[in-house]
């Protein structure tokens, strides 16, 4: 199969979130599939054409795309990779592209303000580059509001195209969140009429102008990132912020695939940011990574004290407003908790206050440090994510390959990733609260606590099965060619329609 993927960031080359490791990986286990997978995404100014091996094409075709009245052209620069099956394209635009930010412009701190301009084009200059390298996909695979727009110009701009006709579109959405709506007036940027804004139509929303809301409804096929997300979108405002209505109405083509991890860079048996590995089998290895973290936050208890860990951005979305009203409780007793994140300020106050107030029970550093964040997952005893809403989540994924125990909220990937303890079989992958409620938090902490404590065999069977867990990304990889088998049955079916209705036109 021959499959583009469309992101506006892709590790090592640009990365701001999770969407980049994503982009990274699942491509190469598409790859190690036997699928040929060509990656595209902005050149950036702040990647480095020396450091990646980046060389510019040049193609038969001058490649122009329209941004409102203008006309742009189109750069293309690649880099050769170790995988043979998997190719790496770079969008070059020196305007729209040669910044210091993906999104938001580090001196202002806000969202660059021709941000729909600079995705429509990215858009458009992926199709038009995909016409001139002959590149001939199967299916373009689309992530989030940035790139919703490329099933949108498909199936308004390219019909009769027959090097993009009868190309199938799968649509990920990774967070409902982030929507891109715009002016009104932006109809006019992108480059689609007017004529296509009205109440209720594919690009409009409240007024605006919706890009997710056309990726959704242009594209052949929708994912999202878990099982539960997938459901929870569609059925309260809460999680689809105000696009229910419009999932629900594409609930058939609508499917949860949990992201994978890379166990080649999370694996306790080989990590190389941890100082001392350690497996299911042979766990002498993370009693001692506890101590040198406990070490390096300036920490020290008993071997036996728990230790809690967290390693998040600090933000509401992570349920860290939960935290709050209970944490003196839990500081308050035998345990240990280290912190690692940036965020929002009232979050940094509410960790340094802790920090200050109870020294020997907390340590906090804010800011990341990924051989930290490792190191985390390896020496704490159980790892806490509380969130309000959670699409996928990463970190519960590497807890359980670190046999760090989770507490999280039923919500999302969380709840479609960690088995909640049963104190009836005395099983399961971890703990989990439904009611987002500080009280509730509390419990299950408590609850944790107690089977950490006084039931030392049933804790370290649980370690093993979290550790024995599988969340490689082959096994999301398979799941993902499935959707683009659906999506590429969907468009022929359209096709075969379509091409009927013209032999009976012509026939009249």
Known sequence: MRIVFLSTEVAPYAKTGGLADVAAALPVALGMLGHHVNIFLPKYGFISEKTHGLRKLSTDVVMRVPVGYATEGVGVWTTDTTDTNVRVYFIEHFWFFNRAGLYVDPRTTQDYSDNPARFAYLCRAVLETIRALKLDPDVIHCNDYQTALTPAYLNMAYTADPALSSTATLYTIHNMQYQGRFPRDIMGVINIGYEHFYPGSAFEYWEQVNFMKAGLTFADVLNTVSPRYAQEIQHSSEYGHGLEGVLRSRSDDLYGIINGIDYGVWNPRSDPLIPHPFDADDLTGKAHNKATLLYLFGLSAPPNTPVIGIVSRLASQKGLDLLGPVLSTLLESDLRMVVLGTGEPRYHDLFRWAAETYPDKIGVKLGFDDRLAHLIEAGADLFLMPSRFEPCGLNQLYSLRYGTLPIVRETGGLADTVLPYDPVQETGTG????????????????????????????WQEMIRQAMREDFSWTASAKRYVELYEKAIAKKERISAATDAKKSRTSRR
Request: proline share 4%.
């Open 431 to 458: 703990f989990s609260f439904s009611d987002y409620t500080s009280e509730a938090l509390l419990g299950v902490v408590r609850q944790a606590l107690d089977v950490y404590r006084h039931r030392p065999e049933v």
